[in-house]
């Protein structure tokens, strides 16, 4: 058994330990803007949660969600050429991270 002055730390440190939990969940976070590109996943989908955390990490952050995303064509040289017939391979979709919330 306990004696009082070993219960009370023992409470002190269970609602310190509890305080800790509380502010890491309750930390603010922040929104940021940039560009950043996202990844081309297995599927071929964009893997833009990997471009919100490049995005968090270069404002110094730990990891981020995307808010915000941007498409762009960007296309071989070729395709101005006048005459050039269009192939399918020509250009491809890449696509940005504007805006993430860090953490």
Known sequence: MKSPGETVDDLNARA????????????PSLIVTGRAACLVAANGAPDCKAGADKL?????????KSLDTDAAEK???I????GHKRRPNDCRTE????????Q
Do not use: H, M, W
């Open 56 to 64: 968090c990490q270069s404002k110094g952050y730990k990891e981020g």
């Open 79 to 82: 395709v101005f050429v006048p």
């Open 16 to 27: 310190k330990d509890a305080g800790e939990g509380l502010s890491a969940l309750t930390r």
């Open 75 to 77: 296309c071989s040289p």
């Open 95 to 102: 696509n940005f991270v504007t805006r993430a919330i860090c």
